[in-house]
């Protein structure tokens, strides 16, 4: 609790003590009112003094002024005791909200706390801590344990193990080791490494990271929009009906003969008031999106703003990019099919042979090989422009490359049935089979669509500019009910337009792609969403929503979150609007009391704001 | 021209109330208040100068809600 708070709770302890004290002494008339203006003021001067002021400036009907109405009507018609109370409980519920909402603030706040204090730059041998803004490109850091990256960088020596789970909320840890490129934000835990810096620290992920997140606020969702607009006719329409009740009866039954009873209508007018503050929902409704957004990139999901937590909420069809974001754009060696030798040594054999080369067919090989390659082993290297590579290896010849390589070498060779790269491999002049190498698909893409479905999704598509045939078997494997495929970039816009076109207009198309090429579609479809961005500039920019990593299984958590979000604000309109309602009609019929109005009041705020604060919690979904 | 502010107010629909009454001041082509994060975004009207606008702006939260804040 900060100082204005604390100062709020003596008083409240003070007045309420008052209170019991004085309602146990039997005194009566002006002493009475006497004493039950001490714990009145004490508690309500800064309240009545607001009031005071909002009149001044013409600020008729803020809360200040209705309590203050509220309170002092009470007083008026011998009602000390509730006066106060009204007071008293109207304070006990601001001071809950102020210090719900700063507890939620410092929580997100803490939840985001990635940014590095400082570098460590090594000058004549001593560590020094420099402030990361000075750091220029190209520059050494060092990293010791339990240090932030302050600077995104290349690692140059040392080896670790890294925390991403701030940035991700991804909690397995990442090896590191020189060579590897590193971001900022991550913890690193075991080792010292040094790292060279390859961006300004205005230009590192952690910097691009806070600056989205801090600056998410400035669209607002349509229900805060409808939120604000309703306390803007509520409040003034509320007091006029408490008016024309306090009025319009006693006036009525005084023209028709009856007692005009006064004190009874005005009373039920100051349950009106009381009733009328619209505290409840003005401040429930942006606390669950801010909480919403907060628990979403706690968990790696960045949403830029609360206005896309809602679209995304509403989301029924879901367009996928392929390369990269359901598969994962890492060629690999899926098969090796009719072989005459061992899988390994026919490996071993092709890696050997292609050693020289950096094409990326050639990386994929020694990758699935995986062993250390002794390119002493290897002679009379020749690659054949279009065809492949031919060599000695352990001096027996050995031919790798495509279908025309084998024609060349008069050698017939089987074609493969499954989509992908196809690299043929001769050895000693005789065929012995074929190693194919495709794109491998995310772990998790098929598991995400599935639970894509299961939540709803009406459709799912995928965009690729592959080939038909690698399209169509990714799609079966995924389960993706459509795919477009051969696809330029320009032709992935129209095709989300004509998707676009024909869906209505509730329900809501997301565009999923990895940033590359694809920013023109992430800003035309309703909600872009960008996978696995820190590095693209382009696709943050263009993106509504960031997801950190490239797991798939994200994009259902933040619809997941969005839906939770969502229900919570529904919850809080209906629960908040409905019970003051009903009060409000109890209360002009006389039913209900002030202390009815003041659970109306102070009562709905506390549950609505703690009912807010669930859209924090997002780790189950 | 945007520009972001810190502000210093209690409750939320004080914050509304002052973005309302920023929204209003001359020079200003919109106005976002964000309660949770403590922050009024600005965006000027082309050729304004922002400090002068902004003081203005200050003036009319004011009136609206005497205990707000706005650090320019």
């Known amino acids: 609790m900060n100082k204005k708070q604390k100062k709020v709770l003596i008083r409240i302890i003070a007045a309420a003590f008052f209170v019991v004290v004085f309602s146990m002494l039997p005194v009566d008339g002006y002493l009475k009112f006497g004493l039950f203006m001490i714990p009145y003021f004490v508690i309500s001067y800064d309240i009545l003094k607001k009031a005071i002021k909002g009149i001044r400036n013409r600020q008729v009907f803020d809360e200040n002024f209705l309590m203050a109405v509220a309170t002092v009507g009470a007083i008026l018609l011998g009602d000390y005791k509730e006066g106060v109370a009204v007071m008293l409980f109207y304070q006990i519920g601001e001071l809950f909200q102020s210090y719900a909402v700063g507890k939620s603030r410092k929580n997100i706040s803490e939840l985001m706390d990635i940014r590095p204090d400082y570098a460590n730059i090594e000058r004549e041998g001593h560590l020094e801590k420099v402030d990361p803004d000075e750091v220029e490109i190209g520059s050494m850091i060092v990293v010791q344990p339990g240090e932030k990256i302050p600077i995104d960088g290349v690692v140059t020596e040392g080896r670790t193990t890294l925390n991403t789970s701030a940035l991700t909320g991804e909690s397995l840890p990442r090896d590191a080791e020189p060579g590897d490129e590193v971001i900022s934000g991550c913890i690193n835990m075991t080792g010292v490494i040094r790292i060279k810096t390859t961006k300004e620290f205005g230009e590192s992920a952690v910097s691009k990271i806070l600056d989205l997140v801090e600056n998410s606020s400035s669209k607002k969702s349509k229900s805060e929009n409808f939120i604000s607009k309703f306390a803007r006719y509520y409040t003034p329409a509320v007091c006029c009906s408490a008016l024309a009740l306090a009025v319009l009866p006693p006036l009525a039954r005084l023209f028709l003969g009856a007692s005009p009873q006064w004190g009874d209508w005005v009373y039920r007018a100051l349950t009106f008031l009381v009733i009328s503050c619209p505290c409840a929902l003005v401040i429930s409704i942006p606390l ?9 990139s706690h968990a790696g999901i960045l949403v830029k703003g609360s206005n896309y937590l809602e679209t995304l909420a509403r989301t029924k069809y879901v ?11 890492i060629f ?20 050997l042979t292609e050693s020289f080369s950096s ?7 020694k990758q699935a090989y995986g062993k250390d390659l002794d390119s002493s082993r290897v002679s009379d290297v020749e690659e054949l422009a279009g065809k492949g590579v031919t060599a000695k290896v352990d001096g027996i010849s050995v031919a ?13 060779c089987k074609e493969c049935h499954q989509a992908g790269t196809v690299v043929h491999v001769a050895i000693d002049g005789a065929y012995a089979g074929h190693i194919l190498i495709s794109d491998a698909v995310k772990a998790n893409s098929e598991e ?11 459709k799912t598509v995928m965009l690729t500019g592959d080939a038909d045939r690698a399209a169509q078997q990714v799609a079966a494997d995924l389960g993706v009910d459509m795919v477009y ?10 095709k989300v337009e004509e998707l676009l076109n024909s869906k209505s207009d509730k329900e809501k198309l997301a565009f999923v792609g990895d940033g590359i090429n694809d920013a023109p579609v992430l800003s035309r479809a309703d909600i872009g969403i960008a996978m696995g961005a820190l590095g693209s500039d382009a696709a943050i920019e263009a993106a509504d929503i960031v997801l950190m990593d490239d797991d798939p299984l994200k994009i259902v958590k933040a619809i997941r979150i969005a839906r939770k979000c969502l229900r919570i604000v529904y919850e809080n309109i209906y629960f908040a609007i409905g019970i003051k309602v009903i009060c409000l009609i109890l209360g002009a019929l006389g039913i209900a009391n002030m202390w009815v109005a003041i659970f109306a009041d102070v009562g709905v705020m506390v549950i609505a704001v703690l009912n807010a604060i669930r859209t924090l919690f997002v780790k189950k979904l | 021209m945007k520009k972001t502010y810190k502000i210093e107010v209690d409750c939320a629909n004080c914050a509304n109330k002052m973005e309302e009454a920023a929204k209003k001041t001359a020079g200003v082509k919109n106005a976002t208040v964000n309660f949770m994060t403590l922050k009024m975004i600005v965006e000027f009207e082309e050729g304004q100068e922002p400090k002068t606008v902004m003081q203005e702006v200050l003036k009319n939260c004011k009136k609206v809600e005497d205990d707000c804040e706005i650090f320019l």
């Open chain 1, 485 to 494: 495929s051969e696809l330029l970039p320009a032709d992935k816009v129209t």
């Open chain 1, 319 to 329: 367009v996928f990019d392929k390369t990269g974001t359901l598969t994962r754009g």
């Open chain 1, 448 to 458: 995400a669509i599935r639970q894509l479905k299961k939540s709803g999704i009406k």
């Open chain 1, 359 to 365: 094409h990326p067919i050639s990386r994929s090989l």
């Open chain 1, 400 to 412: 790798v490359g495509n279908t025309r390589l084998m024609e060349y070498l008069n050698l017939s």
């Open chain 1, 288 to 296: 669950s999106f801010f909480a919403g957004i907060g628990g979403a």
């Open chain 1, 332 to 351: 690999e060696v899926s098969g090796i099919h009719h072989n005459t030798m061992e899988q390994e040594k026919i490996l071993e054999f092709a890696a």
